[in-house]
């Protein structure tokens, strides 16, 4: 005689998103209100709205947390492809920063000192906080290298580090962000070294510049350009 088929195992309580949303919402709240220091595990469950075991089952300490709250605000969209590698450089990197901008500088720092002796969470460290940057800005230098506008033989890789330090330095090392003209000037000096004929690309940013304030309904001032 067959056998009677197993009933299913009964799966465990599915997890409640809305706590996740709560508890990573009130982790960015904190950090910026009250740094690092101020982000414990029993600030956030009170703010949340939830309890420290909540955390713990989806969260295994402060580091952790933190991780997840900052991927959650650098989710980095897709660079613009508008076909002018200065303004898609610049773009992609602004983008960035704005982002990282709402991370205090000391968060960082403390967050790394916290992750670097643990192998998994210092790669998570890099995952979250650099690799973003890089990808974003990296996927524009492909472009711009398939047009023809950087030099033949240009190292893509040092490029990169060298714009993701521009941001990594400052927050860790700094006591501010990198501001808007910094940052500008910084894409600058990066890419008269890196150009094949950098006052060409100037010249076609400002053509599409002068393109767009043609346009019926356009009244935005010109900006300034390097």
Same mark, same amino acid.
């Given at each position: ?6 009933p ?6 599915? #997890?409640? #998103?809305h %706590?996740?949303?709560? $508890?990573?919402? *009130?982790? &960015?709240e ?8 101020? $982000?414990?595990l029993?600030?956030?469950?009170r ?9 713990y ?10 991780l997840? *709250? !900052?991927?959650?605000r650098l989710? $980095?969209?897709?660079?613009? /492809?508008?076909?002018c590698? &200065?303004?898609? !450089?610049?773009? @992609?990197?602004?983008v ?6 709402? !991370?205090?500088?000391?968060v960082?720092? +403390? &967050? ?6 643990d ?18 800005v990296g996927?524009?230098?492909?472009r711009? %290298? +398939?047009?023809?506008? =950087?030099r ?6 040092l ?7 521009? $941001? ?12 808007d /003209?910094?940052?500008?000037? +910084? %894409?600058?000096? &990066? =890419?008269?070294?890196?150009a +094949?004929?950098?006052?060409? =690309?100037?010249?076609?940013?400002? *053509? ?5 304030l ?9 900006? @300034?350009?390097?």
């Amino acid at each position: 005689m067959p056998e009677s088929p197993r009933p299913a195992p009964k799966a465990g309580r599915p #997890r409640d #998103r809305h %706590i996740d949303r709560a $508890v990573i919402a *009130a982790t &960015l709240e904190i950090q910026e209100e009250a740094g690092y220091a101020g $982000v414990s595990l029993e600030a956030v469950a009170r703010r949340a709205g939830t309890s420290r075991p909540a955390i713990y089952r989806r969260w295994p300490g402060r580091a952790h947390l933190l991780l997840a *709250a !900052i991927a959650d605000r650098l989710d $980095v969209p897709e660079p613009p /492809d508008t076909g002018c590698t &200065l303004c898609d !450089i610049g773009e @992609s990197f602004n983008v960035f920063v704005a982002a990282y901008r709402t !991370i205090r500088p000391e968060v960082l720092s +403390a &967050l790394y000192a916290e992750c670097a002796p643990d192998p998994e969470l210092r790669g998570r460290y890099l995952r979250t906080i650099v690799e973003p940057a890089r990808q974003a800005v990296g996927r524009t230098l492909d472009r711009a %290298i +398939a047009r023809g506008d =950087l030099r033949a033989g240009v190292d893509r890789e040092l490029l990169l580090d060298m714009v993701g330090s521009l $941001v990594h330095y400052r927050a860790m090392f700094g006591r501010a962000h990198l501001a808007d /003209d910094e940052a500008e000037r +910084a %894409i600058e000096v &990066l =890419l008269r070294g890196a150009a +094949a004929d950098y006052a060409a =690309l100037v010249e076609h940013s400002e *053509a599409l510049e002068r393109e767009h304030l043609d346009r019926p309904g356009v009244r935005h001032a010109r900006a @300034s350009r390097p």
